[in-house]
């Protein structure tokens, strides 16, 4: 089996007037019938991360379903069709908005609903902070709050967490590692299994503009590009910028030769592959404030996608 799983992530639904963080329903029970051909594999996230922890081989074709906040839409148009279909899911809730019966949010009641009828939970902060920018008191009784909000509410604690805007720092991950979390999301294309780090595993954002069934097909049926030795190791963009990146490819890669590396903010970057496998990624642009991702993909033999992102964070 492949080492890896690819998650999908979702935010809204039916909710036109947000294209950026929502899907159309006609979008979605696409994807659900993509999921339920028979091709696929759904598995809750938390099983995802514990076959990774153990270094366990996942079935090809193993995807994973998040959606993150706690949106009313989740609530009433997502999950009656997930349940339907019989399809796993974890929703990632940041607790302040629900406590705070913000508009548009969920109620706890609801939450509670669901966490009951068998849909994970997972951490997601307070506030929906900006990680990479906070202290580590902040970030720790951010979490901390949280957490005593779900044992309240839920009666128990989450296992995984995904860090609101995807944004993280070394410092971040080491943070949510020590509270006790099996593992943690950010919001970058790739595929779990890539790199091996368990706290700042990718995802596949979809929404309007990237939800139709040909890109959600690449995404579902892509593979992981395995890679170590990640440079700069801290996504936080600090005085050198942009950072000097690179990884070595895995011994398995073939068609390395074949890759190319996008940045979000410069396009296609210029590669260079130093002997068999080392690659460095040199992009002639410094990085802006707030988010950059990087994309490293090759298409194998087979057509499909073998897929390493990063997302960087640069402080104003």
Same mark, same amino acid.
């Given at each position: ?7 999908? =992530? ?34 809750? !996230?938390?099983?995802? &991360?514990?076959?990774?922890?153990? $270094?366990?081989? !996942? ?13 009313? /839409? ?7 069709? !997930?349940? %339907? ?10 607790? $302040?908005?629900?406590?705070? +019966? ?15 009828? $068998? ?33 309240? =509410?839920? $009666? ?15 410092? &971040? ?17 790739? &595929? ?16 309007? *503009? ?14 992981? !590009? ?12 600090? +005085? ?7 990884? *070595? ?13 996008? /940045? /979000? ?13 080392? &690659?460095?990624?040199?992009?002639? %642009? ?5 988010? *950059? ?24």
């Amino acid at each position: 089996g492949a080492t890896g799983a690819v998650v999908v =992530m979702y935010h809204r639904f039916g909710e036109t007037k947000y294209p950026s963080t929502n899907i159309r329903l006609e979008q979605f029970q696409a994807h659900i019938k993509e999921l339920t051909s028979g091709a696929y594999r759904v598995l809750p !996230l938390t099983e995802i &991360v514990a076959a990774m922890r153990q $270094g366990k081989p !996942l079935p090809d074709h193993t995807v994973g379903i998040s959606i993150d906040d706690a949106f009313v /839409s989740i609530y009433a148009e997502a999950w009656p069709m !997930l349940r %339907k279909a019989g399809l796993p899911f974890t929703l990632f809730v940041a607790t $302040g908005p629900v406590d705070q +019966k913000t508009h548009g949010f969920m109620t706890w009641d609801q939450i509670k609903e669901m966490a009951a009828a $068998g849909v994970t939970i997972g951490g997601h902060s307070v506030s929906h902070l900006h990680m990479a920018d906070a202290t580590k008191e902040t970030n720790k009784d951010e979490i901390e709050r949280s957490n005593k909000r779900f044992e309240e =509410m839920l $009666g128990k604690r989450p296992e995984i967490f995904a860090y609101p805007f995807g944004e993280s720092s070394l410092a &971040v991950q080491t943070v949510t590692k020590d509270a006790g979390y099996a593992g943690a999301f950010g919001q970058h294309s790739g &595929v779990v299994g890539s790199d091996g780090n368990l706290f700042d595993l990718p995802r596949f954002a979809m929404n309007e *503009t990237y939800g139709d069934l040909q890109r959600f097909k690449l995404a579902v049926n892509a593979l992981p !590009l395995p890679v170590a030795d990640v440079t700069p190791a801290d996504p936080l963009v600090g +005085k050198t910028n942009p950072p000097a990146m690179g990884f *070595t490819l895995g011994p398995g890669v073939k068609d390395g030769k074949r890759l190319s590396c996008f /940045s /979000s903010h410069d396009g296609r970057a210029k590669l260079e592959v130093i002997g068999e496998r080392r &690659v460095e990624i040199r992009v002639a %642009k410094p990085f802006p404030a707030g988010r *950059t991702r990087i994309n490293c993909t090759f298409r194998d033999q087979d057509g499909r996608w073998h897929w390493f992102g990063r997302q960087f964070y640069k402080p104003e």
